[in-house]
């Protein structure tokens, strides 16, 4: 929201109308992302009914706790542009419950610096991984469709470009957080951004296999386990330092050295 005064703002970003607004939003790529297949149709434009006219339209349908009546002028009021609204409608998206870091992450600090750390790790990764599968897909195939246009607008490249930074922020000082909790550091040359850019990187690559084979064997539901739990370790076992002051590609370079070969 590009207003005068920052105090007009707050007003704006905090009025239940804008919040209709953006649920509405929300719910339109709902539909979207989870309509049923219609091959005699074909292929359809990504996002196509994400209008201004349709979000208007789509403020009748909310709940009762928010307003229902919207208009071209109360919605310029808040975004002169489509752009700005997608981009807020961006980080909206990731607050809400639907799909949020920011409460895991919160959840995952006493969870992993006391107590059995593996089966946190497990449980958390499991979570995750579990929420992108169901409630949260909408958000990260938005996220997923936004980044794809970033190169052609620069609002959504700003815009996700702070949703990643927050994500980062948060999450490397979950983990710096933990490991200075269980009196461990990592190996020299590996920092705390990058443990967390790759665990993202890692959690993100396994939602979009999902997205494209929900037959994967990524979730094991039965025994709450998941493939980034798996990853989770590794990075950790790999990164950590337990004691010998290597950085990892020394420790890579022996390994791949030493004769593993069994003795004929």
Do not use: K
Not at 60 to 66: I, M, Q, T
Not at 89 to 112: C, F, G, K, N, V
Not at 177 to 187: C, H, I, K, M, N
Not at 204 to 216: F, H, K, T, Y
């Amino acid at each position: 929201m590009r207003r005068r005064t920052e105090a007009v703002r707050s007003r704006l970003a905090n009025h239940p109308l804008t919040r209709a607004y953006l649920e509405a939003g929300v719910r339109l790529l709902d539909r979207e992302f989870f309509a049923e297949e219609t091959p005699a149709e074909g292929f359809t434009r990504p996002l196509s009914t994400l209008t201004r006219e349709n979000v208007i339209a789509e403020v009748a349908n909310g709940p009762a706790e928010l307003p229902r009546h919207g208009t071209p002028g109360s919605f310029r009021d808040r975004w002169a542009y489509f752009p700005d609204y997608l981009s807020d409608l961006a980080r909206y998206t990731l607050r809400i419950q639907r799909w949020s870091p920011h409460h895991l992450s919160d959840q995952a600090t006493p969870a992993l610096s006391d107590g059995d750390f593996v089966a946190a790790i497990e449980e958390i990764a499991y979570r995750d991984m579990a929420s992108i599968a169901g409630g949260a897909a909408t958000a990260l195939r938005f996220r997923f469709l936004l980044t794809a246009l970033t190169g052609q607008d620069e609002q959504l490249r700003e815009a996700m470009t702070t949703v990643y930074r927050d994500i980062t922020t948060r999450w490397a000082a979950m983990c710096e957080s933990v490991l200075e909790a269980r009196g461990l550091r990592l190996r020299p040359g590996v920092t705390f951004e990058d443990l967390t850019v790759l665990l993202t990187a890692l959690a993100e690559g396994l939602a979009l296999r999902v997205s494209g084979d929900p037959e994967a064997r990524i979730l094991d539901h039965d025994n709450r386990r998941s493939v980034l739990g798996v990853a989770a370790m590794a990075m950790f076992a790999g990164c950590v330092d337990p004691g010998d002051g290597r950085a990892l590609t020394e420790v890579v370079a022996e390994l791949a050295e030493r004769d593993h070969r069994p003795a004929h």
